[in-house]
């Protein structure tokens, strides 16, 4: 038996161009002699279309659109995910199509209601098992979540089914290749049949999905696995003592899956948002570099525009190392000087009485001006302006409001610091496009004399090793305390984390490559009398 996978970039909405995606998928299976088809979890309407689920328009099109590509089952059994609105409950379902028609329909029994995922708001789940025959024999389906847990797996295999088929859209995260293979490997162990697991890829607001499709023996072993970050149309063959081991590994190294997730999560994102060009400030510092190298990756040097807005602070070699990125690029570069606004603004503030001794005000009003310049270029040409702050900086505040937090997609909010300095790393390894100068000296805003970040802030290395206990990992101040890191430094990080809750409310989209980034599954209160940071001891 030969099964067909389709581990495709299916757009949340686009029913249209997710159909034609299926049904070129649907002719190549055909093509390559496959039995049966596995398509990603909800293709028909893509993963996850949240509250349009709310809308009964929206159901209905999924229904047509199903309808139409079941016309085309015809040769090879296919699994098609979509949302089903029946008995005036909805499901997340998987429809088998056959000979032209809708066989069976699965419904999804366990739904995520944690992390980014909240399907229990919108879906209603299903109990019973679907089970079907193929080329003489019994296969079974569950989906995504459902494979987590041992129930719907040995409810299939107890209905007699010898092979499971999992449509997924599992999206990334730094540990998640791991954590997928340990659990299909258990159900597998528990149930004694093969798995067949098909993830979905491509960007989708702030969630990237990998694909990394995989098929499992009985016991548990990994016998067959497709790449990460590219759509693949694939087949896996089985006999009868289970799937045929093909070669084929995957690199689960951090910075071969971050750095892949990010330009997909701009490309995806410009697409899907009707962008052609991108820009950014160039500032000569090492997230801003990141952020173009990504930003060319995933669009084209043609796409792309830098800009360099220098001012009184700005160090010579920080423009140097500017013109010599985007030359490196190839994209269009600019300079903008904005210390006469600088200046302008200063004596319009100094027209109100106040305080003189300098503050945080002629920082911030540099940021300010720069995300104001930058703003007026995105509406000016149409341009998405891409903000370059990393996670560090977001976790902490030290950031601007309306200043460089300005922008419509923010590459790096999921990055912190340290794994910026890896993954320039990583991509300079293919190619230098970043200079050793960049890498080698202190960050630093620019915003006042001599300023370095660690004026302000621990070094990188325990902010982020705090950030990892406290976001991530959800420990308490105490715990990361007891852990051997400072408690000075775990005070004031946790502190600074809270205070800074109504900066990251009003800061741009950006991809999730942690297991817990600033977004979806971060949901605390602005105003809160809770005192975490006194915990720490």
Not at 7 to 19: F, H, S
Not at 113 to 118: H, I, L, P, S, Y
Not at 428 to 457: F, M
Request: aromatic share 6%; proline share 6%.
């Amino acid at each position: 038996m030969r099964v067909a996978i389709a581990q495709l970039n299916q757009r949340v909405g686009d029913l249209a161009g997710n159909v034609r995606a299926l049904v070129a998928s649907i002719a190549e299976a055909r093509a390559a002699g496959a039995a049966v088809l596995v398509t990603p979890e909800l293709s028909i309407c893509g993963y996850p279309p949240e509250d349009l689920l709310l809308r009964t328009d929206f159901l209905d099109a999924c229904a047509s659109a199903l309808r139409d590509l079941a016309a085309h089952a015809r040769g090879v059994v296919v699994l098609a995910g979509f949302p089903e609105h029946a008995d005036g409950r909805r499901h997340n379902a998987v429809a088998v199509l056959r000979d032209g028609g809708i066989a069976h329909v699965y419904r999804k029994q366990c739904l995520p209601n944690a992390t980014v995922f909240d399907e229990a708001r919108t879906f209603t789940p299903g109990a019973a098992p679907c089970v079907f025959t193929v080329d003489g024999r019994r296969c079974g389906v569950v989906v995504c979540e459902d494979i987590w847990s041992p129930g719907p797996a040995r409810r299939s295999r107890d209905a007699g089914a010898e092979l499971l088929l999992v449509p997924n859209a599992s999206p990334y995260h730094t540990r998640q290749h791991a954590l997928r293979r340990d659990a299909v490997a258990r159900r597998a162990r528990e149930c004694g049949i093969p798995i067949v697991y098909v993830n979905r890829v491509g960007g989708q607001d702030e969630l990237v999905f990998d694909g990394a499709s995989f098929v499992t023996s009985a016991t548990g072993e990994v016998v067959q696995q497709w790449p990460a970050w590219h759509e693949v149309i694939g087949t896996a063959d089985l006999d009868a003592d289970g799937p045929r081991p093909v070669r084929g590994d995957l690199d689960d190294g951090v910075e071969a899956n971050v750095y892949p997730a990010l330009v997909m999560a701009v490309r995806d994102y410009a697409a899907a948002t009707g962008f052609r060009d991108v820009l950014l400030g160039l500032s000569g510092g090492v997230d801003s570099a990141l952020t173009l190298a990504v930003a060319v990756d995933a669009l084209g040097r043609d796409r792309v525009r830098a800009v360099m807005m220098p001012s009184p602070y700005t160090a010579s070699i920080s423009i140097e190392d500017a013109r010599t990125m985007a030359g490196l690029h190839g994209v269009r570069y600019d300079e903008i000087p904005i210390a006469p606004a600088f200046d302008a603004l200063l004596d319009a503030v100094a027209t109100v009485r106040g305080a003189s001794e300098p503050s945080s005000m002629e920082e911030n009003l540099q940021a300010r001006i720069r995300g104001a310049l930058l703003m007026a270029l995105s509406n000016r040409d149409g341009a998405l302006l891409l903000t370059t702050g990393n996670k560090s900086e977001m976790a902490v505040g030290y950031a601007t409001l309306y200043g460089d937090m300005a922008g419509g997609f923010a590459v790096l909010k999921d990055v912190v610091k340290t794994l910026v300095y890896r993954l320039a790393a990583w991509r300079n390894a293919l190619g230098t496009v970043i200079p050793a100068r960049v890498l080698d000296r202190p960050p630093s805003a620019e915003l006042r004399p001599g300023q370095t970040d660690q004026d302000a802030l621990p070094p990188y290395d325990v902010l982020d090793a705090i950030l990892e206990g406290y976001v991530e990992e959800g420990r308490g101040a105490a715990a990361l305390v007891e852990a051997g890191l400072p408690a000075a430094a775990v005070r004031d990080v946790v502190a600074r984390i809270h205070r800074s809750e109504h900066k990251r409310r009003q800061s741009a989209v950006g991809p999730r490559v942690t297991p817990r980034a600033f977004g979806k599954d971060w949901r605390y209160p602005i105003a809160s009398a809770w005192d975490a940071a006194a915990r720490a001891g």
